[in-house]
């Protein structure tokens, strides 16, 4: 058996946006799924799904970023690796083409986790991981979104987040290779006009991302401030473990105990470690494909 499903954000997903991010889902599932099918191990396939997402200018990782109050783009990214209970993650860091790259060098290369900043950046340049100008981040579409905030008198990501209009088009993965070994991993350049130096959920191991060959890997997408509060991805984790492996159902539970306790909203995406997938989103809208070794087609779904 061998499994694979990604995500592209979680919101109101306007109907002019909706082909763009079924295409760009589609099209991530393709490349991690013929990772997959031809021997490559898990990681291998979260990191090259979420690759193409982070070079897709329709979503808010890699290139298409948010921009900050400072006007700069800050990316965060982790990667696990279910079988080594390794991970790998950076926060607030510039000029990085590939996050998950660097998250993924950062699990593989040192005897950290997290890097953040400047320290980061350096760690890129040092082993090899390929750097770009901020200019080379920052759309067109994101500067004129940054703009037209900055012209407002104020702006809270928490309001805009409860009226889902915020785009939350943070990026991830989560697969199963034939060996039987999950990866996860999640990329995001965080919210619209955050605070210089704001860390969200998706580069806390936990939080945005979780994966143990035991149990079972997840994804999340969503409010930042309110998934970190409830550690969302072991929350979900930890549900599935205790509901007898049911991705599906640990996704719906998961997102009862984020609405219940931190007003959040998001998705999930989860799988078992039997390679069966779960998605679940209490947003009007959520990009996601997916695909088994059971399924003659992948499906995509927003
Ligand atoms: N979780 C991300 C963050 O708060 C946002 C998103 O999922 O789009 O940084």
Redesign the pocket.
Known sequence: MISLVVHG?AWDIPDELVDAHKAGVHQALKIGWSVLTKGGTAVDAVEKAIMVLEDNETF?AGTGSFINMAGEVEL?ASIMNGRTFRAGAIAAVQNVKNPITLARKIMEESEHILLVGMGATRFAREHGVKTCSQDDLITNRELERWREIQSRKSFSTKDAFRRKKVP???VGAVAMDYQGNIASGTS?G??PNKYPGRV???PLIGC?TYSDNEIGGVS??????A?IKVVMAKTVIDLMDRNGGDPEKAAQDGLKVLIRKAEGY?GVIALNNEGKIGIAHNTPRMARAWMTSEMRTPLVAI
């Open positions: 954000g808010d965060d939350i088009d943070t995001t965080g919210t969200g959920d998706s945005g999340t997408t969503g409010w930042g401030e998934m998001g």
